[in-house]
């Protein structure tokens, strides 16, 4: 009985560990630290800018020629300190959807792969 309960305490233990690992490495993994650094600037822009005003004030999206000069006139008047934002914003979004692409196209290759040898 001594032996079972140590058995199962010992494989609790290991458990602990490896999921803790396992969490250490997701957390840290690139597209994470990538998302984590991309909310932490959106969040810390609120305090610049107002995103439910500006969406509010923007015309429609599918009006490119009134949207594209809002969305430009907003930018090029707005403060340094707002613009830095929005650059850093965009330049993590281009990077986390380039990452992503290149992730599910590497999936693909590897099915294709697969399929061709009849292991799926």
């Not at 009134?66 to 830095?84: G, H, K, L, M, R």
Request: with cysteine; proline share 2%.
């Amino acid at each position: 009985m001594a032996n079972i309960c140590d058995n199962e305490l010992i494989k609790k233990r290991v458990m602990r560990r490896v999921y803790t690992m396992w969490m250490c490495r997701t957390i840290t993994s690139p597209m994470a630290l990538k998302l984590i650094g991309l909310f932490a600037v959106a969040t810390y822009a609120r305090a610049y800018v107002s995103y439910k005003d500006v969406l509010v004030n923007s015309p429609s999206f599918f009006d490119f020629e009134p949207s594209f000069w809002f969305w430009y006139t907003a930018f090029v008047t707005t403060d340094a300190i707002t613009q830095f934002f929005m650059i850093g914003i965009a330049v993590l979004l281009a990077w986390l959807v380039y990452d992503f692409v290149r992730r599910m196209a590497a999936g693909s290759r590897m099915m294709v792969i697969d399929s061709s040898r009849g292991v799926l």
